[in-house]
Nanobody, 127 residues
Framework: QLQIVESGGGLVQPGGSLRLSCAAS????????IGWFRQAPGKEREGVAC????????NYVDSVKGRFTIARDNAKNTVYLQMDSLKPEDTALYYC????????????????????WGQGTQVTVSS
């Protein structure tokens, strides 16, 4: 059974940091580009970052550039999202998913191009 599990969310003060993890079972992550998405209450799900299968290519939504870093450890079958300088507007349920289109971040900011979604991990940024 293909499964993705996100972890690492929590409550953090503005300016703080969190590292999210995306672990897979039932398949090998290193065959796929992996995307992180988030959905805040009342808003549509948006693409946050994507990393190619080799890790050599990354993409970020403008609002997180310079603050978030996506990385992967294929030996551990895990993808990470390091989130620094967090802001209240980063509050959302964060998901990761594998690309349906293969090894590169083609159409990375469109969630219909991704599958095998996990249940998400909640990130709350508040003082």
């Amino acid at each position: 059974q293909l499964q993705i599990v996100e972890s690492g969310g929590g409550l953090v003060q503005p300016g703080g940091s969190l590292r999210l993890s995306c672990a897979a079972s039932g398949f090998t992550l290193d065959y796929y580009a992996i995307g992180w998405f988030r959905q805040a209450p009342g808003k549509e799900r948006e693409g946050v970052a994507c990393i190619s299968s080799s890790g050599s290519g990354t993409n970020y939504v403008d609002s997180v550039k310079g603050r978030f870093t996506i990385a992967r450890d294929n030996a551990k079958n895990t993808v990470y999202l390091q989130m620094d300088s967090l802001k209240p507007e980063d509050t959302a349920l964060y998901y990761c998913a594998r690309s349906r289109l293969g090894r590169f971040c083609t159409g990375w900011d469109t969630d219909r191009n991704f599958g095998s979604w996990g249940q998400g991990t909640q990130v709350t940024v508040s003082s």
